[in-house]
């Protein structure tokens, strides 16, 4: 890939993250996207008319997005050839009633969600993003609508202690995430006539309504998180570095999301697949992907059926899908630290530049095994990328992806992969410009390449 393509790769990048502070906003930049080039919106609640040669998408709970190219030589019972990533990522979200009055100090109440490095939300410029519900009436009637909103300046910050107030703290700095967590929005100093409404600061109601065009009172609820209001760069001394927040897992999400769309962007890029394309961007990984739109929830295997369903009236015809699909599990990998070199294995230490990561778990915290990995080392093969494998040292326990859930829920074949990272999990993260570049072209030669390959290798037989 050329220098010029490189940049143009990673610049997208740049712009999707800037586009994304939260699950929501991910998922409506790539439903323009997809809409962008031709992917037709299908309602989950509604029939599906579907034909060979399309390409369709559709969301649920605006958190989730699934996108699929079917081939034009797809019938019941191919396979779907997936690339499954997540959109959310460790952060502070609103309570429901996040006002809280300490000292003539207006704080807003927040919870931890997912595992994050909550020190690293100390002193930064935080505002608030989200989705918001909004009473709406017109001519007598009432009805409710879903709106994103963000506010782009910066609006409340979480101030540290002075060491003058806490001489230990550099001895280890403990964060209690219930008192020491809270963002300061304001002073009532400045703020006499300041009141709640439905349990939030007034100005806080309010900055979000004038964002969203309506009166506070027309606002019924709604799901806000704080965000960093630093915006996303290309970074290093030699810009080779990617600094941002959500790396974890948006790199992931937007690398086969692209590869999605141009592996399916010309007329003849589908006329000789069998198979089906997909894209599965799933909410909640990090804590679990126990709802009703993470990967726990039937939403793959529905999505399955009712692709598979489309074409045919045998219910038989959806096992055999199964069977001949795939599924990369592609979630951010952790790259070698110089500083902390004891915490990876002596032999599986991936390094930023090193491409594509195979993570591996004897345990099945990761779901790939030597079937999986050996088609994504034959595609790094074939198109001359960079690949590197990773395993847990034995005194450290194993984080896991949405690839085991799938695998055991659904029934799949799949691999767990990632592009390698530093700082996993903190408020700001890097990785490396160019393993942004080979995974977009790892998971479009998975796509262009899977039904050929895989008619090759004999297993259950």
Not at 33 to 52: M, N, P, S, T
Not at 219 to 242: M, N, R, W, Y
Request: charged content about 20%; proline content about 3%.
């Amino acid at each position: 890939m050329a220098d010029t393509e490189v940049s143009y790769v990673v610049s997208d990048f740049i712009g999707f993250l800037n586009a994304s502070p939260t699950a929501f906003h991910a998922v409506d930049e790539a439903k323009k996207r997809l809409q962008k080039v031709g992917y037709e919106q299908v309602i989950e609640r509604e029939d599906w008319k579907l034909e060979a040669g399309k390409r369709y998408f559709f969301t649920r709970n605006h958190s989730t997005i699934v996108a699929f190219a079917i081939g034009e030589k797809y019938v019941a019972g191919n396979g779907f050839h997936v690339v499954g990533a997540h959109t959310d990522s460790p952060c502070l979200k609103l309570k429901p009633v996040s006002k809280v009055k300490k000292a003539d100090y207006l704080e807003v109440g927040v919870q931890t969600y997912g595992g994050g490095l909550w020190h690293t939300w100390f002193d930064r410029d935080l505002t608030v993003a989200g989705r918001v519900m909004i009473r709406e009436e017109k001519d007598g009637s009432v009805s409710y609508s879903h709106r994103l909103v963000r506010i782009e300046e910066p609006i409340m910050r979480v101030p540290t202690l002075a060491i003058h107030l806490d001489r230990g703290v550099n001895d280890g700095f403990k964060v209690n995430t219930q008192s020491h967590l809270l963002p300061v929005l304001a002073t009532s100093v400045e703020l006499n006539k300041e009141f709640a409404e439905n349990g939030h600061h007034a100005i806080l109601t309010q900055m979000i309504a004038n964002k969203l065009g309506c009166q506070p009172d027309q606002i019924c609820d709604f799901e806000l998180q704080a965000c960093d209001t630093q915006p996303s760069i290309v970074a290093g001394a030699a810009k080779e570095f990617i600094f941002s927040g959500r790396l974890d897992n948006l790199c992931m999400s937007f690398c086969s999301l692209k590869a999605l769309i141009d592996a399916t962007s010309s007329e003849s890029d589908l006329e000789n697949e069998s198979g089906v394309r997909m894209v599965a961007l799933f909410d909640h990984e990090e804590v679990g992907s126990n709802s009703a739109q993470g990967a726990g929830s039937p939403a793959m295997l529905d999505a399955l059926s009712r692709i598979t369903n489309s074409f045919t009236s045998d219910s038989k015809m959806l096992t055999k899908a199964i069977q001949r699909s795939f599924l990369v599990s592609a979630d951010m990998a952790h790259a070698l630290h110089p500083n902390y070199m004891d915490k990876h294995e002596e032999s599986h230490q991936p390094k930023l530049h090193g491409g594509l990561v195979i993570k591996h778990n004897a345990n099945q915290r990761y779901a790939t095994n030597a079937v999986t990995s050996l088609i994504f080392r034959e595609i790094a093969m074939k198109h001359n990328l960079p690949i590197q494998d990773f395993v847990v040292r034995n005194d450290m326990p194993c984080g896991s992806t949405i690839g085991p859930i799938l695998a055991s829920g659904v029934g799949i074949r799949t691999i767990d992969v990632g592009a390698p990272q530093l700082s996993m999990h903190s408020i700001r993260e890097m990785c490396a410009v160019d393993d942004v570049k080979h995974s977009y072209e790892h998971f479009k030669a998975f796509f262009q390449e899977f039904s050929q390959l895989d008619a090759k290798i004999t297993v259950d037989t």
